[in-house]
């Protein structure tokens, strides 16, 4: 399925064995890797095409995974409310401490692009690619990892649409920022939750009636947190203390508005609901308003449980 191109220098191979405690030997471990996505507005598909993984061990270098054959995400949008698409099975690695990881994406009109609300289909790049000079790069999301001697690390690589997809003012062509969360699976617990209708209905909302969209929970670190808007950088990186760490749409089910905020780390939480969703610019400051809040506490491999009531 993938061809392990390691473009890792011999000294790197040296210190890894070395640290792995063996002699002559380099010691290993295996890691998988799932894509998963936080939501957006305005985009009925996201379609993304992957060429290669990249991982940055602690010593200089790069293990660059290469696909046999590339791997077209159909639709971002839908790898929700735990959804996932598998990126990389369980791979042999050296094990040892990694300080970030890549993902090679295609560019180009048939291989990466958004579908709009309108129907309409936008070439989706990665800042620099817009150019055509440069069709192949990488989102790369810092963020350290251990894969464990004769272990196994599985990974899930969280993209939050909201704050990652921007639309420049001009062109007809859509940008993907790394706006990224990586995710030790073993280490997270799941929220689940509902919204009372009234919360749905209330005068200030500004939701879509007939689709919902608009209705969002936004997720927070720590406990008794003042809840506030997504507002990031060019690179999707927050520009406010207050900016949540992930959000879910609001959606109806058997009559029901029901939310899920999947691959959470344990730990302690505030979540926070606005029908204003709509109203949330990530390039600018908003001053939307968040009907109610609520504490939680998330346990590995365990759902929590919470309502708007």
Known sequence: MLSFRALVLGAAITGLAACGGSSGSQRTGDISLGLTDAPVDHLERVQLTINAVGLKPAQPGEIRLDLDEPLVVDDLLALQNGSFQAVLPTTEVPAGRYNWIRLYVQAGTDHTYVVDDQGGQHPLY????????????????????????DGEINLMLDVDLRRAITRPQSGNHYLLRPAMRLLDLSETGTI??????????????????????????????????????????????????????????VRQDAGIWQFTLDFVPAGD??????????????????????ADSVNVSVAVEEESVVSFE
């Open 269 to 290: 939480y505030t979540v926070a609901f606005s029908c204003q969703g709509l109203d949330d610019d990530p390039q600018q400051e908003d001053d939307i308003v968040f």
């Open 192 to 249: 689940i939750g509902s919204v009372a209708d009234a919360l749905i209905t209330a005068e200030e909302c500004t939701a879509d009636p007939n689709t919902g969209a608009g209705n969002v929970v936004y997720l927070y670190e720590g406990s008794d947190r003042t809840p506030g808007d997504i507002h990031v950088d060019e690179q999707g990186e927050p520009l406010s203390p207050d900016s949540p760490l992930a959000t879910a749409n």
């Open 126 to 149: 990665l800042p620099g690619q817009q150019s055509g000079n440069d069709q192949e790069r990488h989102l790369q999301l810092v963020s350290g990892f251990q894969v464990p001697v």
